[in-house]
């Protein structure tokens, strides 16, 4: 994607040395474009953690190039395969809702021990860390052309008026190492001449939507509205949302969906206004291995001041106010999940499937008749 007219990812390897990952920190965003080296693993604990990089699929990206980096610190260890367990686990810790984390770090283990020399593991770290990014990006680009039918079809229903689709969060560009999950059929349909417009849910408390997605959509030139989080279900009532496309950051192999905070009340007033609810992934977000994902899936509780603070532009600067009485308390769960029943559809790299345990297992049949 471009920025200012220059075309970026969210996370590559730095050109004039080849230890050092470069990303984007995203929490200087929209006001300032900062690109972060990352030169170790705590760097890059810290950095998900924090959230200078976020996002399914750029968590996941970002802890294949973290283990490539504790490949390189390993082998500067008394014992390599000791130190490469703890860097894992450390990338492990940082956020316990996003599946793609931790699919990343096993893919990467499952890789590196195939290897004797420490050498060798460090090469097929480099490759298989590049691999992850690589599909990441490719796989959005697809969920775009498999998408880009649903909003064609709503064009052409309408006559070529306005299509009007309602995102929260960001699952943009930003998200993943490219085009983004929810964005890129709405990317494909805006270059393909389709007259679109988003609603973005600013997504209250780090304002991922205002912030990041109203950013990246103005740098592609997509028209678009910031709204509060809580304006979506009045304009659903009253005809103004054609569509609605979210992402997702674990989604059971029977179709529930882990996303941010805030998710589940617009998948409520969409179903309840008979408006289309999809979810976008790539394959890397589903977990195989859950059922039931109320019950089931960790939800992260970050820190209450992320709540009662915010931050904000002021005078050439960014500054943070308070918002609440100081002696409050505030509770800050990151995400919620909603059920299958609620959702229209899941847009994967393979096509769309009806968000059940059929569908999905029948559009990956090599994840066999029941889950591993």
Not at 104 to 121: F, G
Not at 140 to 157: A, D, T
Not at 197 to 226: F, I, K, M
Not at 264 to 276: G, H, Q, V, W
């Amino acid at each position: 994607m471009n920025v200012n007219g220059q075309p970026y990812c969210t996370i590559w390897i730095k050109e004039e040395n080849p230890e050092t990952v470069r990303i984007i920190d995203q929490r200087r965003l929209p006001f300032d474009f900062i690109v972060e080296d990352i030169d170790s693993v705590d760097s890059m604990a810290v950095a998900i953690k924090d959230m200078h990089v976020r996002g399914a699929g750029l968590i996941g990206a970002s802890a294949g190039y973290g283990m490539y980096l504790a490949a390189l610190e390993a082998s500067r260890a008394s014992n390599f395969q000791l130190h490469l367990q703890e860097s894992a686990e450390k990338l492990l810790d940082t956020r316990p809702t996003a599946v793609n984390l931790a699919w990343a770090v096993e893919r990467q283990l499952a890789a590196i021990s195939k290897e004797s020399s420490s050498e060798a593991k460090i090469q097929t770290a480099f490759e298989t860390a590049t691999k992850i990014a690589d599909e990441d990006a490719d796989f959005c680009r697809r969920i775009g052309e498999h998408g880009f039918g649903l909003i064609k079809g709503i064009s052409e229903k309408k006559r070529g008026d306005v299509v009007n689709i309602l995102t929260h969060c960001n699952a943009g560009w930003l998200a993943f190492v490219d085009y983004g999950s929810a964005t890129a059929p709405i990317y494909a349909a805006f270059n393909a001449g389709i007259d679109v417009h988003v609603y973005v849910d600013e997504t209250r408390p780090r304002n991922q939507g205002a912030r990041l997605t109203a950013w990246e959509l103005g740098q592609h030139g997509v028209s678009h509205t910031v709204i509060a989080d809580n304006v979506g279900g009045h304009l659903m009532q009253h005809g103004m949302v054609d569509l609605v496309i979210t992402g997702t950051d674990r989604t059971t192999y029977t179709g529930d969906v882990a996303n941010k905070i805030g998710t589940y009340l617009k998948a409520l007033s969409a179903k309840d206004n008979d408006i289309p609810f999809y979810v976008a992934l790539p394959s890397s977000t589903f977990d195989w291995n859950t059922r039931d994902g109320v019950s089931e899936i960790p939800i992260e509780q970050r820190g209450g001041d992320e709540v009662k603070y915010i931050d904000g532009f002021i005078d050439g600067e960014e500054r943070t106010a308070l918002l609440t009485p100081l002696e409050s308390n505030a509770a800050n769960y990151a995400f919620d999940v909603t059920p299958a029943r609620l959702i229209t559809g899941l847009v994967t790299e393979r096509g769309i499937c009806e968000p059940n345990e059929e569908s999905i297992l029948a559009m990956f049949p090599e994840r066999g008749s029941s889950p591993a």
